[in-house]
């Protein structure tokens, strides 16, 4: 055969000589990422379904046959309240749908040292969460922070369990590969220990344990792939390439399954909250108030493996080498295979395939490929498409044919039927909009009992990045506490719940907040315009009260005001108020201005409210969150690769950085006079990224409006430059870059309630509860939505007040 073509042989006669089998992709639920689905499923219900299909239903979609729920023991440990996380609901859902999935409950460890008292906990929540939600656990995974002898007794209890309320000797035990050194030694735990689950580096041990005593390996610390692809499109041309893109994914999870693994755990399946997933997403959701959610290429990646390849089928390995990642094969019982390839280069890659020993080695193949766009205007229109059908060539060493994976692609022969496949519509398109949440906004959080238990005592809309805020009853009515404990582990970052819209601008936030206690570090506050950092908790503008009278005016760590205040009452309820117009911070506290604060570069313009405490059970209530009268309530974030900006001079595009920037996206130059173009209208600009000793020369509509602005340092999702004041029409502006560094991430302009289209306005909000104590009904809580709806009758008074309006 000619050198140019790769030879694979797939011969039914190796199939009895393999241990590995697909068992399918997985998803892993945390408390935040399941948290956000449970307020879709409050909210939207149709798209809440359609986001668990998307997932779980199977050939369609992502079609993922493994749940690991990761239970953090101070949550729902000590009384048993499993509720809180919602994810057991979600895998209960999606069992509706497909029975056939797999169930993993990973406990983190909470300190218990005592056998007894650590098994009780997991039995209670076994038994708790089969009795609400009729959920089998068929796996209980063990971490590094256990020990073997408690592997060893857990494997035991459960197999002798006889007062549970199912059979736990069928519940299997997954440890991590951090054990595999002593089970290779180590007998007892060698056969307490079903499952090892690690990175996707293998250990000696690891693979010994696998080939001589057939323990399954799993992959659990799979990342889905982490760019977004209508941006990514404007700076490979693939949209799908490079590094920890789709392509790269692919060829990671063919390696695993080549170096035997069985099950690819996906750590996130849902990107719900910008900044806080390193991980990647299959599908973004966070608007529920809209019901909006976005599809991410990795769902089209894992469909390549699971609508072509079912559980249990064989995988043919194809080594370890450093081809691992360009194929792998599935093979089943009855003689049908499926290849998935990944071809992450700039060149063809050319296979020469010969099939034998198998029942329909003669089959026709058909080829279905994900590749990029022939031009940048649609992104996906190649995706998950039937390219080509194959005829065999029957040979005397077999049934051969010969395949081309184009350049920056993936593709998958099968001889099972591809009927469905039809690009991205193999799947509905989601139907929901993508709206802001519409100001004003209020909660008092007194829910109603009914509403209460159908929330698990979350209030809407709310994600803790830190701590619990939980709605419980102060012996008077339900309030908003936090009440986690400190723990030593979480160093110095303290409690903080965010909710609300990203787009955010000009906006007030007042709540009532009581200090439990007078611990003179005790504090509670509230912010605005936040804005996930890895760097702090503690993001945009935050009013906090401390227990002995103190009040500090706090962003990013650092203090930009404080004093004492004599009418702040501990143990009683306070009034506090921050508010934002512009760069124009005002603080009051029990009505009382206390600080007007003007920031300076770098700053954030938009973004979260945020509730934050000490580790205390301070407590909230009646939050209320409204425009400010004359201002821009909303953003419009423009990536720095959506298209919209003309680059000259080096520059290079990164569709792959850090996190911490929004979109993952940012375009960099240090390379003086290098610069940029941007069309836009409104009547101010503003734009976001990364500087460093940053030297720019500014120009509006062929105007000179800045020569020579220094910026010493600025975070990746703060200012550099804004500029207001401007007529309300179009404008064209060219930021220079003189000299320093600068890793541009997105231009904001900004807008008010008369720009939204009128059906948003029905995702105005308000939770409240009736006299009687009963919850309110709909009809009611819609009059929230009304009222939220009467605000844009201040757009006539805007117009009066547009001269005098306090500008960016």
Known sequence: MNNLYKEIVIDGGMISHSFGRFRGLGAVLDGKSSRILEDYKFKNQKSYQEIIELLFRKKYGAALSHIKIECDLSDISSDS???????????????????????????????????????????????????????????????????????????????????????????KIAVSDSFSDEMAVNENLRKSADIIFGGNVLSDSTIMLNKK????????????PCCISKYAVNADGSGISGEN????????????????????????????CEGENP?????????PWSGYFSIGCGLWGAAHFTHFAEKNWKVISSGNGEEAGDYSVFVSEKGDYSAVFANNSDKPKKYSICVRNIEKADAFIHCVETKGPESCDNYSVNWFRLVDKIIPVKKNYGFVYTLEVKPFSIMTCTTLSVEHVNGIYTVRKPECENTVLNLPYFDSFNYGDELLKSRKNIPLYTLDLCGRFEILSDGEENTLIQIAEPDDNRDKIFPVTVLGDDSWSDYSVKIEVKLSDEDILNYAGA???????GDTAECGYQLRIYSDSRWQLRYMDNILEEGMADNII???WNSIKISACGRRIKCCINKVLVCEHVVSAPFVLSGKVSICSGYSRNMFRNLVINPVLGAFEYSIMHDCLNGEFVYSGSWVKNSMDSCEFNNRTSVSTETPNSYFEFDFIGESVAFAGKAE??????????????????????GEK???????????????????????????????????????????????????????????????????????????????????????????
């Open 527 to 533: 912010g605005l315009r936040y804005q996930m950092s």
């Open 81 to 171: 309240n499993c509720y809180r996380h919602f994810g057991f609901e979600i895998a209960s859902d999606a069992l509706n749908i497909n029975s056939d999935i797999s169930i993993e409950l990973f406990f983190t460890d909470n300190g218990i040292i005592d056998y007894t008292e650590k098994y009780s906990i997991y039995k209670n929540i076994l038994n708790t969460v089969y009795q609400n939600y009729s959920i089998k656990a068929d796996y209980v995974s063990v971490g590094n922070g256990s020990d073997s002898g408690w592997i060893e007794y857990l494997s035991g209890r459960l197999k002798n369990d006889k007062t549970s309320k199912y059979d736990f000797s069928s519940i």
């Open 245 to 272: 893109s789709l392509i790269e994914v692919t060829g990671r999870i063919n390696g695993i399954f080549n170096a035997g693994s069985t099950i690819y755990e996906y750590k996130s399946v849902l990107s719900v």
């Open 570 to 572: 501990p143990n009683e």
């Open 693 to 714: 000793n940053l030297r720019l020369k500014i120009e509006i509509d062929d105007k000179i409006m800045a020569a020579g602005i220094f910026i010493g340092n600025c």
């Open 718 to 808: 703060e200012i550099f430059y804004s500029r207001s004041n401007m007529e309300n029409t179009s404008h064209k502006l060219k930021l220079i870059v003189l000299s320093g560094r600068l890793e541009f991430n997105n231009a904001q302009t900004f807008i008010s309630g008369h720009h939204i289209l009128p059906k948003t306005l029905i995702n105005g909000s308000s939770i409240k509860k009736a006299e009687n104590g009963k919850t309110l009904k709909k009809s009611t809580l819609l009059m929230g939505a009304g009222l939220a709806a009467a605000g844009t009758g201040l757009i006539l008074l805007r117009k009066a007040l547009k001269k005098g309006k306090n500008k960016k």
């Open 213 to 224: 005593f057939q323990k399954e390996i799993w992959n659990s610390e799979g990342a889905a």
């Open 279 to 287: 991980w990647g997403r299959i599908i973004s959701a966070d608007k």
